[in-house]
């Protein structure tokens, strides 16, 4: 039987009131006349205090007197401790609440001055942000030279989850700069979160041998961009770009009719590289062998001139996003002969003075053995692709 206190109530000492005893351990509560046995062996062997004008001063003066006492106290103030314990932990837990109600908290900021964590507390609720780092490429451009590739990244720029890496990084077509490993290339993208995507632009990407594998092994799920435009007006652009250049260097050139047609066979001649890019078939299926079809969208880069917001949506939806860049991210610059774009803060960006050149005068027979050479090649890009481009 466990401990417990004991009430012995006198009922015989009326004249005194009723008698607190003691406190006895091991016994239960005696309060019956029948007990009157065993209550004189309690009072006897165990008492500890007693009214005094029931038993004689020796035993109020017995050592068990002080001890239950001390018992008592000593229980009382557990009891108070443990009180004052639940109050404090009440107060404890009630003051955050109390505190965070709609409240601005600082964090340390990181690099660039920007907050390392930013947090806005609702209601009491902590909304914590994460902190922007540089992250590998989600999205790249891959090509194809004098497409329309920068055209697009400066579109794709306008959309709020989308960050750019602004310089053409050449990271898997250049064997110095890949072998800089991976963290390296990472180095060179902007700061992002874990909600946007960032993308690079590197348009000899498509037509290197070895980059589709080497992008695959760092991420085999990214996302492809390939800006395709008719390849008779690609090949004059790429010609036009090499002869401003050269022209900008005092250096001699040649006229493009000589450089894409052989003057003894009167052919086209196919050792021209420009000629060589614009056969887009030949390489883009070297990337389907390593990439799935869906993982590659395929961009008009014709359209891209007269109807950039028709691409962009398309892009969108393929990078699932939501369709965020309007009719007011764009306008068309008369003088230029091309859109510009207006991002957030309303700041107009057209394309420097370097794209979008004039192209020179061609030979008409020449366009023609041109476009005659390119059609077979273009049917056998159209069925690898499923889409047919008015290519005429």
Same mark, same amino acid.
């Given at each position: ?9 006198d ?13 006895v ?21 165990n ?11 020796k ?7 002080g ?8 229980l009382l ?43 806005k ?101 990214i ?9 008779? $007006?690609? %090949?004059?652009?790429?010609?036009? /770009? +090499?002869?401003?250049?050269? @022209?900008?260097?005092? &250096?001699?050139?040649?006229? !493009? ?10 052919? $086209?001649? %196919?050792?021209?590289?420009?000629? /060589? +890019?614009?056969?887009?078939? @030949?390489?883009?299926? &070297?990337?389907?062998?390593? !990439? ?19 691409? +962009? ?80």
């Amino acid at each position: 039987m466990n401990p417990q206190t004991i009430l012995i109530i006198d009922a015989h000492q009326r004249q005194t009131g009723p008698n607190v005893h003691c406190l006895v351990a091991g016994m239960s509560r005696i309060d019956s006349p029948t007990n009157l046995q065993a209550k004189k062996n309690i009072l006897t062997n165990n008492i500890s205090c007693l009214n005094p004008g029931v038993l004689n001063k020796k035993h109020c003066r017995s050592r068990r007197v002080g001890h239950c006492s001390r018992d008592i106290l000593v229980l009382l103030a557990l009891l108070g401790c443990l009180f004052l314990l639940v109050i404090m932990l009440s107060n404890d837990l009630n003051t955050p609440r109390m505190m965070l109600q709609s409240e601005e908290i600082s964090m340390p900021l990181g690099r660039n001055g920007r907050s390392v964590l930013s947090a806005k507390v609702d209601s009491g609720s902590v909304s914590v942000g994460e902190e922007r780092v540089q992250r590998l490429p989600q999205c790249i451009i891959i090509g194809v030279r004098k497409g329309g590739t920068r055209a697009l990244l400066t579109l794709l720029n306008l959309h709020p989850s989308i960050r750019i890496a602004n310089e053409e990084v050449h990271f898997f077509d250049n064997e110095d700069q890949f072998y800089l490993g991976p963290d390296w290339y990472k180095s060179q993208m902007p700061e992002t979160s874990k909600d946007e995507i960032t993308i690079e632009k590197s348009p000899a990407y498509f037509i290197t041998e070895e980059v589709a594998e080497r992008i695959h092994d760092m991420n085999s799920s990214i996302k492809l961009l390939l800006v395709l435009r008719n390849p008779v $007006v690609r %090949t004059i652009s790429d010609y036009t /770009q +090499i002869l401003a250049n050269k @022209k900008l260097k005092n &250096r001699t050139f040649e006229y !493009f009719e000589d450089l894409a047609v052989n003057a003894d066979t009167g052919l $086209v001649n %196919t050792n021209y590289k420009a000629i /060589q +890019i614009s056969l887009y078939h @030949k390489f883009l299926r &070297r990337w389907k062998k390593v !990439f799935k079809r869906r993982q590659i969208h395929i961009v008009d880069g014709d359209n891209l001139i007269i109807n950039p917001l028709q691409e +962009i949506k398309q892009i969108e939806t393929f990078l699932n996003l939501p369709h965020k860049v309007t009719q007011k991210n764009v306008y068309f610059n008369k003088s230029r002969g091309f859109y510009c774009f207006i991002n957030a803060t309303q700041h107009s960006n057209c394309l420097k003075s370097s794209k979008g050149r004039k192209h020179p005068h061609v030979d008409s027979e020449v366009l023609r053995k041109l476009s005659d050479f390119f059609r077979p090649h273009n049917h056998k890009l159209f069925k690898m692709i499923g889409r047919k481009f008015d290519w005429t």
